[in-house]
């Protein structure tokens, strides 16, 4: 599976931005999916993450009520809605694949997921 983040750039506070992550390869469609973001100087966190069906959500509570992940097996895309979003959403974001065992609410290590893809990179100005 290699996967492919875009939709980064430049918007300011208070600002809606759609991400979308892009994968190849058949086995796409069977892997849960997470968001996860690294600010300069800090480590990569969890942001999102979504079961291989879409029926399951998670979501980290800096961002919960915010952020909102879904896809679209159809199209191998996975997709993170951000909404009001603040300087400290600054960062890197970058979608990973998880190609064994389940999604839940203790899947947000970035060592559980298998398939990584680069980043993309937006900005926050006040």
């Known amino acids: 599976v290699q996967l492919q983040a875009f939709g980064g750039g430049l918007v300011q506070a208070g600002d809606s931005l759609r991400l979308s992550c892009a994968a190849s390869g058949r086995t796409f469609s069977t892997c849960g999916v997470g968001w996860f973001r690294q600010a300069p100087g800090k480590e990569r966190e969890f942001v999102a993450g979504i079961s291989w069906e879409g029926g399951s959500t998670y979501y980290a509570d800096s961002i919960k009520g915010r952020f909102t992940i879904s896809r679209d097996n159809a199209k191998n895309t996975v997709y993170l809605q951000m909404d009001s979003l603040a300087p400290g959403d600054t960062a890197v974001y970058l979608c990973?694949?998880?190609?064994?065992?389940?999604?839940?609410?203790?899947?947000?290590?970035?060592?559980?997921?298998?398939?990584w893809g680069q980043g993309t990179e937006f900005t926050v100005s006040s």
């Open positions: 990973a694949a998880r190609a064994l065992g389940p999604m839940n609410v203790l899947t947000t290590s970035p060592s559980l997921y298998h398939y």
